[in-house]
């Protein structure tokens, strides 16, 4: 069984993300999980390329997980910019 923390584990040793989430949507059982990753790595690479660096990232536990979504694959340029409009600004 893959744990949500393998998959931190992984994707942090390999990725350096400034941002990630790993949610377990399987139930408790490790198959199936969503992620956010922002990465420096993810510079000048297509959203293709972006997703096959999270797999290979995730090589070993890919045997065992049955379904990975990955919500985000972002370059903290582009995260930023969702962060600011997530924020309430301090005039409203």
Do not use: Y
């Amino acid at each position: 069984m893959v744990t949500k923390e393998q998959v931190e584990a992984s994707l942090t040793s390999k990725l350096k993300p400034i941002h990630l989430e790993v949610i377990d949507i399987s139930g408790g059982c490790g198959a199936s999980f969503e992620i956010e990753v922002v990465s420096e790595q993810f510079e000048g690479k297509r959203l293709l390329e972006r997703h096959r660096m999270v797999n290979a990232a995730l090589e070993e536990e890919m045997k065992e997980i049955h379904a990975l979504s990955i919500k985000k694959a972002q370059t903290p340029q582009q995260w930023k910019p969702s962060q600011d409009s997530a924020t309430p600004s301090k005039d409203a």
